[in-house]
């Protein structure tokens, strides 16, 4: 058998194409469509996770300690349109006042999708980012995961604490069941916020074909409360990424905010003045980004005064401003090559 014959895209990919990871022996790259699928058939199902599917009931959830957050949360395949037409029907970067011209813009994603408790019926859309967790300092939070995707994926928590067999992560041969949540399968994650976790982390999956699912959406917020601080008047959430066609299968890459791209898609954010304004910032992709709010600046880590921060892939941070000058502002990412590629969206305070 001769091999399959190298196409010009895959030619690129192997001569000069940036690696995005190595899945079951397979290379792949960032500028060429993945088959998750049949990566994922690669992947050798861990003993543990073969051994639990056959013994239901096997495991048995830590102990929760504290106030109880319940979560129910699915991941699901969905269609996702990271640019949408505007009512005229156009697809408009506000920020640059030109029309976007980056072809088709719609792939199938994956996305977290909240749901009422034993997963009774859908409280909204699967999106991207997925839904926020939001717990306090004292709490355990405890997220029961349904796979509705067709690869197996997962949810591992940053910035919280959990034993060993709740970090839902893959990890080859030593993989326990909630790194490893195959298709129609269910995990009850439980994950603890003593003292020390308060701040603004993520999730995302953590399974046998990560990353593409993370590329595909599957990724959110979490946040623990500081029960000793005033609560913001508002907060936003704001996660920078990249749609990349290994995970898309579109044309080109797409630099975003929150699973859109390009001012006037990506979220526009609204505050008063007087309001105390937290934006919980991170990243999640191959890429440094920064934040950069136009007309403000706080005090960041060591206390110097900063309206611009850098941060790398999974860093997650929180700024608070007391808002105090309105108008129509920008916030985005001061890479330019991510800025004028999407990365940027609205701010208005009136
Ligand atoms: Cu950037």
Not at 69 to 77: G, T
Not at 193 to 209: A, N
Not at 252 to 265: K, L, M
Request: proline share 8%.
């Amino acid at each position: 058998m001769s091999p399959d014959p190298i196409d010009r895209r895959s030619f690129l990919g192997a001569a000069g194409g940036a690696l995005l990871c190595t899945i079951g022996g397979q290379k792949v790259y960032a500028d060429q469509e993945a088959d998750v699928e049949r990566l994922a058939s690669g992947v050798t199902i861990p003993p543990k996770v073969e051994v639990a599917e056959n013994n239901p009931g096997m495991i048995k959830a830590s102990a929760v300690t504290g106030n109880r957050k319940e979560y129910w949360i699915a991941a699901e395949p969905r269609r996702w349109n990271i640019i949408p037409a505007n009512k005229n029907g156009r697809k408009r970067d506000q920020m640059l006042n030109q029309t976007i011209n980056k072809g088709k813009t719609s792939f199938d994603a994956y996305a977290y999708r909240p749901y009422s408790p034993n997963f009774g019926e859908p409280l909204g859309p699967a999106t991207v980012p997925g839904p926020t967790l939001d717990a306090t300092v004292g709490d355990t939070v405890v997220v029961h995961f349904r796979n509705r995707c067709p690869v197996p994926v997962t949810m591992h928590p940053h910035g919280l604490f959990y034993s060993n067999e709740m970090d839902g992560a893959y990890k080859g041969y030593w993989t326990d069941p909630g790194g490893f949540v195959q298709t129609d399968q269910e995990f009850t994650y439980v994950w603890e916020c003593p003292e020390g976790t308060q701040g603004s982390w993520i999730y995302h999956d953590h399974g046998p074909v990560d990353p593409i699912p993370v590329y595909k959406g599957l990724f959110g917020s979490i946040v623990v409360r500081d029960p000793n601080e005033a609560p913001p008047d508002r907060e936003f959430f704001i996660g920078f990424h990249s749609f990349v066609p290994a995970a898309t299968g579109l044309r080109t890459n797409f630099n975003c905010v929150n699973g859109r791209s390009f001012t006037g898609t990506t979220p526009t954010f609204r505050a008063n003045i007087g309001d105390v304004v937290d934006f919980h910032v991170y990243g999640i992709d191959d890429n440094f980004h920064t934040f950069h709010l136009h007309g403000h600046r706080w005090v960041d880590r060591g206390g110097e005064i900063v309206d611009n921060r850098t941060f790398g892939p999974a860093d997650s941070f929180r700024i608070r401003i007391t808002e105090d000058n309105p108008g129509r502002w920008l916030y985005h990412c001061h890479v330019f090559s991510h800025l004028h590629d999407g990365m940027s969206g609205w701010y208005l305070v009136e």
